[in-house]
Nanobody, 123 residues
Framework: QVQLVESGGGLVQAGGSLRLDCAAS????????MGWFRQAPGKEREFVAA????????YYADSMKGRFTISRDNAKNTVYLQMNSLKPEDTAVYYC????????????????WGQGTQVTVSS
């Protein structure tokens, strides 16, 4: 499995930006599809964005399109989530996940998870 550690969360005002980083170790990172999910209190974990192992394809939840950008640097074993135009409803714990080829937007497609990082957007 891949070990994942997220960082970069924090408190930001509505309209602001944050970048989340996810550092990976263990199983070959460069062969893993990577995803970002989030979970707000009392809600189910939801898909945010995903990127294929090569970085050639990216996928986003509809509410994040145009605001969030997922990217990866396989040389640094790191995946990023750039979040712009943040809204209070983006407040959640954000999780990084690693999966096999084909993993995309479903929680069950990923077999390695980080501990999460809190993002709070104030109005």
């Amino acid at each position: 499995q891949v070990q994942l550690v997220e960082s970069g969360g924090g408190l930001v005002q509505a309209g602001g930006s944050l970048r989340l980083d996810c550092a990976a170790s263990g199983r070959t990172f460069s062969s893993s599809n990577m995803g970002w999910f989030r979970q707000a209190p009392g809600k189910e974990r939801e898909f945010v964005a995903a990127i294929t192992w090569s970085g050639s394809n990216t996928y986003y939840a509809d509410s994040m399109k145009g605001r969030f950008t997922i990217s990866r640097d396989n040389a640094k074993n790191t995946v990023y989530l750039q979040m712009n135009s943040l809204k209070p409803e983006d407040t959640a714990v954000y999780y990084c996940a690693a999966g096999a080829y084909g993993s995309r937007s479903r929680v069950y497609e990923y077999d390695s998870w980080g501990q999460g990082t809190q993002v709070t957007v104030s109005s």
